[in-house]
């Protein structure tokens, strides 16, 4: 009897996964592959500049932060690429960045190497990753399937994750040093990049006539290079420069919607950079929580995240997906900020647990009411934007400006600065739905060629908008 209540219960969600196209799974099974990869040594970096560097706290954050602000302009023009060339070939350049970032990372002593190394990761490589995925993602499934379709590639990562320093955590014990951790990281993006080229194919709905199947830049060269020999490949090349004429970025900034989306995700986003780089030193050297302990909440972090990663989501997917987001925000700010106010122990791991629900709802609602807002030819430069964003708020301000708050405020006020962030953040979307929903993001250019999303965006939109 128990065995047929269970079987009742997993068959809808088995017929609900069902749903997702088999590219969108290879794309989820790769995120896996890669994460595993990265978060292999990615957690170790801190300590592996304290020991090659002997630099302090303050350094690394600053050599981390100032790492993924040098890659900040570049985030754009990834976008921009992926829309010219595809999100296949951004992810190409994206494993071989990482696989020189921390194959290098395993052999390289000085202080300017490592610090060109940290850029290629953190400003290059993790930021072209998150601009073609997401993107990738868009392509791949309708507007009302996005939200899970990015909860399931955010549960892959959080997966990944928990894996990953799982095996380095083993690696280690059996006497290998850490630089071993960084040369396997390195060794596992070249075998993501195997993956691209021989399993992936290209997504980008191109707005010229679809290409055949069997066309060079749909299978494994890089670029489609070759086919800029032909002259079909040449007239194909023109014809994509003229569709995109008077597109493009001008439209992406015009979008005053996506911009205030944007800077009103600043918030969260701070908060969220905080969780690697000051909260730690916070749990650690203010209120004197034990190292080791610190490791094991990171891996609740990661088992918290895989566990409600998809039913979150689907548990606010009737939501508005601003008030969704609003949501985020405020246990954001709830779980980072109750830590210096709860004492050690299952209070303390009950904010984490709060914390990990945040990080499980925002990034796939915030990134499906991004794909929302973009249409289907420059999705990748609202992509580039978004991920120009996350990575200026997450990896570089927080870093940089968090160090030093908590050092000029102390704990409480930091951490009751951090409850007021989130709570500012929540109210800030949900006055920017107020004032009315998202505008469908199709016209007539698109429209013959994107009919069926078109038509679902304007459902969505008339389902949605104030009743007079």
């Not at 927080?398 to 704990?411: E, K, T």
Request: with cysteine.
């Amino acid at each position: 009897m128990q065995y047929l209540v269970r079987q009742s219960q997993v068959q809808p969600l088995v017929r609900r996964l069902r749903v997702f196209p088999r590219r969108f799974w290879l794309l989820v099974g790769g995120t896996l592959l890669y994460l595993i990869a990265i978060s292999f040594a990615f957690p170790y970096t801190p300590l592996l500049l304290q020991r090659r560097l002997g630099a302090s706290t303050a350094v690394i954050g600053l050599i981390m932060g100032g790492s993924a602000l040098v890659g900040l302009p570049l985030q754009p023009f990834a976008g921009s690429l992926s829309d010219r060339y595809g999100r296949r070939a951004v992810m190409m350049g994206c494993a071989l960045c990482e696989a020189v970032a921390y194959g290098g990372l395993g052999f390289v002593h000085g202080f300017w190497p490592i610090c060109i190394l940290m850029v290629v990761d953190r400003g290059i490589g993790w930021p072209l990753y998150l601009t073609a995925s997401n993107a990738m993602t868009a392509d791949l499934l309708r507007p009302h399937l996005r939200a899970e379709g990015y909860s399931l590639v955010r549960l892959m990562i959080g997966a990944g994750y928990v894996i990953g320093p799982a095996l380095a955590a083993v690696v280690l014990a059996l006497g290998a040093p850490l630089a071993a951790l960084f040369l396997v990281a390195g060794g596992g993006c070249l075998l993501y990049l195997a993956f691209v080229v021989l399993m992936l194919k290209e997504t980008h709905p191109h707005r010229t006539r679809r290409r055949p199947e069997n066309e060079i830049s749909e299978g494994p060269m890089p670029f489609g290079a070759l086919s800029l020999f032909t002259r079909s490949g040449r007239l194909h090349a023109r014809e994509r420069r003229r569709a995109r004429a008077g597109r493009g970025w001008g439209r992406v900034l015009h979008d005053r919607r996506f911009i205030l989306f944007s800077i009103i995700s600043l918030l969260p986003l701070f908060i969220f950079g905080q969780i690697y780089t000051t909260y730690p030193v916070l749990l650690t050297n203010y209120l004197h929580m034990p190292e080791a302990t610190w490791g094991l909440l990171v891996s609740v972090i990661g088992l918290v995240m895989v566990l409600a990663q998809y039913p979150a989501v689907r548990a606010v997917r009737r939501l508005d997906p601003l008030h969704a987001v609003a949501i985020a925000s405020l246990l954001y700010g709830l779980g980072m900020g109750l830590a210096a106010f709860v004492p050690l122990g299952w209070p303390l791991v009950a904010t984490v647990g709060v914390l990990a629900v945040a990080m499980a709802l925002f990034s796939p609602l915030a990134t499906a009411a991004v794909s929302h807002m973009a249409t289907p030819e420059i999705r990748g430069s609202y992509m580039g934007t978004w991920t120009l964003v996350w990575t200026g708020g997450g990896s570089a301000l927080a870093p940089l400006l968090g160090g030093l708050a908590l050092a000029a405020l102390g704990p409480q006020v930091m951490c009751a600065a951090f409850i007021a962030i989130g709570a500012g953040g929540a109210v800030l979307y949900s006055i920017l739905r107020a004032k009315g929903p998202a505008p469908v993001a199709c016209d007539a250019a698109v429209a013959s060629e994107h009919a069926e999303e078109c038509a679902e965006r304007a459902r969505t939109h008339r389902e949605t908008a104030p009743a007079n």
